[in-house]
């Protein structure tokens, strides 16, 4: 069962997350942050991960400690979910179209954390929510969960489909990369044996 349960408590937040991989998309999401909470039902919803997230954070300050710690758990728990990785295809992208963007990404779940994020947001905001917490969550993701990660903006100009088309290409590849290739099922997609 490729499922995980990751707990975070700290000063500024307590997160309690839990994914199945081999899930539909169904999720249950509150953090305090609306539009997070849309971004990340769009993951789920569009990797076909089951995520549920419970997030509690400093919003009095900010959103900055609930995304990004967000992003922490879930890359915790995407690897632990993973194992070892056996059977995996371990490669995916996406290049995903929302009317006036196009939003391409590209992963290997190597266990090397490595992210290139090149959007430029034409706005600082969506509503209340800092555009710069995007890239938050994905270097939080990519660096806990082993993710080499590319994203990037081949065109868009408005902000809220940017944003929502980087999260849904970032699952559409996930979803890729994390199916079970059934011509390779019993085996570590690397020459080394291991990732």
Known sequence: MRKADITR???ETEISLSIDLDGTGRYDIQTGVGFFDHMLEQLARHSLIDMT???????????????EDTGIALGQALARAMGDKRGI????????????TLVRAALDLSGR???V????????KIGSFDTELV??????LSTHGGITLHIDAIRGL???HLAEAAFKAVARALRDALEVDPRKADAVPSTKGTL
């Open 113 to 115: 954390p490595y992210l």
């Open 53 to 67: 997230v419970r997030a509690k954070g400093d919003l009095h300050i900010d959103d900055h400690h609930t995304v």
């Open 117 to 124: 994020f090149d959007i430029g947001f034409p706005g600082a």
């Open 89 to 100: 295809r371990r490669y995916g992208a996406c290049l995903l179209p929302m009317d006036d």
């Open 135 to 140: 890239r938050e969550f994905f270097q939080a």
């Open 158 to 160: 408005n902000n809220h």
């Open 9 to 11: 408590s700290t000063s």
